[in-house]
Structure formats: C-alpha cells, structure tokens
C-alpha cells in the first residue's frame, strides 16, 4: 500500500538578510523539515564591478579599489594587485629590500586580523558569542598599528607599485613586537575557551567532510584546501617577496577530531596560521634591513603590451589577478580570481542532507567573505 | 492582611477577596519588576565576560534600562504580518506570560513566605509552566514565516522531551520529603548545606544535575537556545514580533529565568531556611533565599556567554539517551538507599556531609585552577599602540 499522504520540500530563503550569511549572500534551500535536500546558492548582491571599473582607472588609481575586493584584509588585496603590476612592468627585482619587508609585515598582521574574524564568526555561528567579541578586541590593535602607519583603519591603500606609500617609523615595529607578544597567549586562551570546547568539537567534527580529491576538483584554495590535507600554499610552493627568506610552517587537516577534511580541521588550520603567521612577523621584524621604501615610478605609468597572471596567498587563500595591458595608462582587462567563489561553489554539494544548523557551520568554516565573492 | 481588613470594619469574604488582590498585584509587579532588571543584569554580566560596558548610562549603572526599553517597545507599532493568523497571533505571547507569572501563586520568597501553599504545588508548577510550549508553537505557527515555523517547532521538541527528565528529577526530592507542597519540601530541609536535598546522597547530586540541566532547556537558555538560534533561525519563534508582544515575550523569558532559580533554590538547595534562632526574622529568610537565587542565577547567565549551542539532534540524545535514563537511576537508587538507610540516620547524615565536603573540594579546586590560569596569563587589556601618538 503506497502512502496517501503527499509530501513536498519547503522551500526556505537564507538571506540576503540573514544574521550568518556574512554579509549578503542568498541560499535557496529545500528542506524535509530542518534537514536541507538542496541549496542553491545565489551570488552576485554585493557586485560593483570592480574589474570594469580596472578599464577605465590609471594602474595606480585602481589600488584604492583592491582595497575594497577584500575589505577584511585589504593589505593582501593590495600586495597581490602591485606585485601583478610590477611583475607586468618587469621591475619586480627593483623593489628595495626594506619595501618587502615591510609589505610582508602587514600583510600577515592582516592575515591575523582575518582569521580573527573568521574564527570569531564561525564561534558566533554556533552560538558563542564571547569568542567573536574577545578577537575583535584583538583586531582593533592590529587595526591602531595600521592606523599608525597609513591613517586607515580599514582600507588602507598602503602598498603602492614600486613599494610602500610611506617608511614604518621604529615606534611600529616595536609596538608590533609588542602586540605579537601579547597576542600569542590570547590565541590559546581563545582556544581553550572554545576551539577544545566539547559542545563545539561535536558540531564542527565531521560536518561536511571534503576528501582531499573533492577539494582539489572543486578548486579549494588556502585553508580550506589546507584543512583537507593537501599541502600546498603558495608562500611556500610558488615563493613570492621575501617568503622564502622567512621559516614557517604549513599547518594542514589530519582529522583532528574526526574525519580528514571536516569543518573542525579548516577551523584549526585557520588557528594554527594565526601562530605560523606570528612567527613569520617575527623573523621579519629582527632581518628587516634600513634603506628605501620605494622604487622609482612614474606617476603614471604604462607597462609594455602583455597579460600577466600573479598569484598570492591571501588568508581567503589564493587570490590572483590576471591583467592585460595593451601600453596605455589603464589596463586593458583586469580579472579577479578570489578564494571564496570556489568555497561557494562547493557549499550545494557538501551541504546535502545536513541541518540546517551544519549550513551555518559550513559557511562559517569556509569562511565566504560576501565582498570578495562578488568583487 | 485579611484580619487587618476586617478590624478596620469590612466583612470577612470581601477582606480576604481584597487582601487577596493585594497580594496578587505586589507579587506581580515583584515579578515584572525582577523580569526587567533581569535583562539589564544579564547584558551587564555579559558585557563584563566580552571585555565590553554594556548599558551604563540610564540610571545608576545602568539600572533602569529595562524602563526606556519596555517604553520605547511599548511605543512601537504593533505590526501583524501579512497572512498571519491574527487571533492566534496576537495571544500567543500571553501564553507565554501566563504559563511563568502562573507559577507565583506557589512561588516561595523565602521560608513560609507565598501566596498559597497548595498542596500540589510542585505538581501545579510542572503544569502551568508547561503552558509555555504553546504560546511558543502559537507563535511559531501563525506568524506565516518559515523560520518562526522552525522555532515554534524545535520549542515544541525540545521542551515536550525535557519535561520528561525535569519531572523525573524532582521526583528524587519529592520522594526524600515525602510532600508535593513547595513549603513542605522547603520544609523538611534545614539551614545547614548538608541538610539540603541536593546533598543527601549521590542520587539526589545525580537528579540535580539531571534537573538543572533539563530546566536550562525548557527556559531556553545556552546551549539549548535553539527555539530563537540567532545566527540559524533569524529570531526563531519571534522573528515577526514587534513591540508591546515583544516585550511581553521578552518578560517572560527573564521572569522564567527567575522562576528556574526560585524552583531550584527551594527543591533542592534548602530555601530560605535559616538556623533557630534566627527562625523569627523573615526578612532574613527572604534574604537568604534571594542570595541563593542570584547565584542560580549567575551560573545561568555565565554558561550562556561561554557554551555554544547544540544542534537539534544532539539535543534530542541528550534528553532521550542520558538524561532520561539517569533520572530513572537516579529515582530508583534514592529509594533502595533511604529503604536501607531509614533507621541508621547516622549513615544518611554522614553520607550527607560527606557529599558536601566533595562539593567543597572540588569548588575549591576550581578556584585554585582558575587563580593559576589567570596568574599565568596576565594580559594587559589595554591596547599597545593606543599610547603612542599618530606619526
């Protein structure tokens, strides 16, 4: 006897305006009661056509922009585009020693900061609020040394082509040394506060595994590739600045908590960088050498015919600019490849037959910044 | 009262019809009044735990904010959404309301201090409370909005399974007592730790925790917060309640809250009862009563601002898997023990003191560990960059 009774699936809208899309970002989502069957998620609110935009700007006028691709660590926004831009013009080897450093420094001073949002907010996701609150203190340090440096909190719009828009004064590398200091025993507190929590452990392990094939097929990139067991950064394997002068490690998943490639192994990936990206300041701040800040350029330039693809390793992973430029003072296209669309594009295929609950953990350990994916 | 009423020359039923009212509306206001600067307590705690202020500025510290709060939710539009089930819609929050202030008629203050002694009384606050669950699922149903669906349907769950083991665990003092009245129960304990239920015996330790975890549930507090998830549900059951209903839902909340630490406090944790010879001054009881309450309390609200929350099938595990088979335990063991225990007291008296002295131990321990935590990270707060001036 086949049942009368006629089930449908309840289609449910998460978002744009939802307290764990992180930002505005839509999912389309067919439910059995709390346990979704299908998510279909729907990209594009927050797109302002920064790559169109590129066509029309001087090369030096669209830094400010990178800024906004990625307002969560727009120093790496930053580095990328310039380091692309350089390498086009064939002066990457002109850049003053000092200018290196001082890039490398901030920009995994943000990649802390990033994390810190990142880690906070999937805390926040599962409930716990006081974890997000404890590392936007954190931030906001991070955020008074920037200001220090650039008069920006957010944006900063500090690396420029040729090096840095302006010297670091002594005060900022020790007061930078002094934060590290502080920093590194509050990532433990934080962890014990809530990263070995039992209660967090049970919904983070084993919630949307990604084996280390899956990742690679759907082109996940920095720590939630990482988080899967493939070692692969670009710091590392594609060495890039002053990286390779530089010794640190790459943290990867090994199931800590339970199967290889869940969300708790990219949650810890993200907490164990913080630490490797403490360490890589460090060594910074005892080899960086006196001397220029900044190689000579034009005020408007106009690098030779040609495309170039650059790659670096943001904290949303690997974020590469593709340019073409045909000698003229704008590029002729420009073409953003970030991190978070591909962790969008595998959220339909690991978030079949979880909670509606685990989708917030998922986003959350994927940590999809909306800006970026959208540009 | 009522013999006041009747000296000053009124007739004895329309005394006690009056004095009952009396009672009823300071036992309301009491009520409303500790639902409200409940709120404001609980965002100061909060604001201690997340290095933050919290409201600070309406009153002395921030005390009477609950006032401009319940003001401007007051003044707010009264929105019904489109589709909605209006009837259902706008009762559902005095279910709510009704199912929490219902329990003041046997709310002890302190020792003998209550509206009415029933002698059902335990038995009359399982029931009234379990009004809630339907202002709740009414919410849920006729706000004609998904999430509030998903909210008003996990409260329905969640509270409907954790009824189970809270009723289980009081059973535990109800047998020890003998009585299902509040002043009964209170009653039979003394004013000394070892003479409270909660330490009689490893079973009634066992039911506590068994109660006081199941109690967390059904008030809907971290880490079982599922009914209004914020960061999954939006606001839950909630989600399309404006003003007045709002706040009517807000107050009952915290009022609940109240009742989880009166209700803990007087089954298992001695009450109001003071020592003999302090045992005239009522004032005292309450007093003491209060101080227990509050620390309730403050574990309540310190859990929320530390724990994550559990997902819905971790939940349904909890009650069904562990608790509900420990409240059995629990219940089974306490009876074999005061069977074999009921005519040696100095066993039941030495076991009593024994429980309470590991109490002590292990809070003690729990301080040592939290003194040595903090020694070993003193960590300045203050921002190392903040005293430099901008270069």
């Known amino acids: ?375 | 009262m009522d013999a006041t009423l009747i000296s000053l020359g009124l007739n004895p039923m329309p005394a006690k019809i009056i004095s009952m009212v009396i009672i009823c509306l300071i036992v309301l206001i009491a009520f409303v009044t500790i639902g409200g600067v409940l709120t404001v307590v609980e965002r100061r705690i909060s604001g201690f735990m997340q290095a933050r202020l919290g409201p600070n500025r309406v009153g002395p510290q921030g005390s009477l904010q609950w006032l401009a709060d319940g003001i401007k939710l007051i003044l707010k539009e009264d929105l019904i959404p489109d589709g909605a089930d209006r009837t259902l819609f706008k009762i559902a929050p005095y279910f709510c309301l009704i199912g929490v202030f219902g329990t003041m008629v046997v709310f002890p203050w302190g020792s003998g201090v209550m509206v009415a002694d029933l002698n059902v009384g335990l038995f009359y606050f399982i029931s009234i409370t379990a009004l809630v669950v339907f202002g709740v699922l009414m919410a849920g149903w006729s706000s004609n909005n998904k999430w509030s669906l998903l909210g008003g349907m996990r409260a329905a769950a969640q509270i409907v399974s954790y009824e189970i083991p809270v009723g289980m665990g009081l059973l535990v003092p109800i047998l020890f007592s003998g009585t299902l009245s509040m002043g009964g129960i209170m009653a039979v304990q003394g004013w000394a730790p070892w003479e409270w239920i909660v330490f009689q015996s490893p079973f009634t330790v066992m039911s506590f925790c068994i109660f006081f975890i199941g109690s967390l549930a059904e008030a809907n507090r971290t880490p079982f917060d599922l009914p209004e998830a914020e960061s999954e549900l939006v606001s839950g059951y909630c989600t399309e309640y404006t003003g007045f209903r709002y706040a009517v839902f807000f107050l009952s909340e915290w009022a609940n809250l109240f009742v989880l630490g009166g209700l803990t406090t007087a089954v298992f944790l001695g009450g109001g009862n003071l020592p003999d010879f302090l045992a005239d001054y009522t004032f005292l009881s309450v007093l003491v009563y209060m101080a227990k309450v509050s620390v309730i309390i403050f574990v309540v609200i310190w859990l929320r601002w530390t724990l994550p929350r559990f997902r819905i099938d971790q939940l349904m595990n909890l009650s069904w898997k562990y608790l509900l088979p420990g409240a059995f335990v629990a219940f089974l063991g306490q009876a074999i023990y005061m069977l074999i225990t009921q005519h040696i007291p100095a066993v039941q008296t030495t076991v009593a003191v024994l429980m309470f002295l590991v109490f002590v131990f292990i809070l003690i321990r729990f301080f040592i560990r939290v003194r040595v935590n903090m020694r070993e990270q003193q960590i300045p707060v203050n921002s190392p960059a903040s005293d430099v001036p901008l270069t």
């Open chain 1, 1 to 375: 006897m086949t049942s009368a009774l006629k089930t449908e699936y309840l289609t449910i809208n998460m978002g744009p305006q939802h307290p764990s899309t992180h930002g505005v970002i839509r999912f389309i989502l067919k439910t059995d009661g709390e346990i979704i069957h299908e998510c279909d998620p729907d990209v594009g609110y927050l797109h302002r056509g920064i790559e169109k935009l590129a066509e029309s700007i001087t090369w030096q006028g669209f830094v400010p922009y990178t800024d906004r691709v990625d307002y969560v660590c727009a120093m790496n926004s930053n580095l990328a585009y310039c380091m692309a831009v350089e390498k086009l013009m064939g002066m990457d080897s002109e850049i003053p020693k000092r200018a290196e450093y001082i890039r490398v420094i901030v920009s995994e001073m943000n990649r802390i900061s990033s994390h810190a949002v990142a880690i906070g907010a999937a805390d926040m996701d599962m409930g716990a609020f006081t974890p997000f609150i404890h590392f936007l203190r954190e931030r906001e340090h991070i955020n008074d040394l920037f200001e220090m440096i650039c008069g920006a909190r957010l944006t900063y719009n500090y690396i420029c082509i040729g090096g840095v828009n302006a010297d670091v004064s002594p005060t900022f590398l020790s007061k930078t040394a002094e934060f590290l200091d502080h920093f590194e025993p509050i990532v433990e507190q934080i962890n014990r506060l809530i990263s070995y929590n039992q209660i967090f452990i049970k919904r983070f392990a084993d919630v949307a595994i990604v084996p280390p094939k899956m990742a690679i097929d759907y082109n996940l990139v920095g720590p939630n590739l990482r988080g899967s067991g493939v070692k692969f950064d670009i710091r590392k394997d594609k060495p890039y600045s002053i990286y390779p002068e530089v010794d640190f490690n790459v943290p990867i998943g090994t199931g800590r908590a339970g199967t290889l490639g869940d969300c708790y192994d990219r949650y810890m990936v993200r907490v164990e960088e913080i630490n490797e990206s403490i360490k890589i300041i460090r060594q910074c701040l005892k080899q960086i050498p006196d001397g220029e800040t900044k190689a000579i350029v034009k005020s408007s330039i106009k690098p030779p015919k040609g495309h170039i693809y650059f790659r670096t390793e943001t904290p949303r992973g690997d974020t590469g600019y593709f340019i073409v430029s045909d000698g003229k003072t704008s590029p002729a296209r420009l073409k953003i490849r970030t991190g978070s669309f591909t962790g969008m594009s595998i959220i339909p295929e690991i978030a079949r037959g979880v909670f509606i609950a685990d989708l917030v953990a998922i986003i959350g350990s994927l940590d999809v910044v909306a800006p970026e994916l959208d540009r």
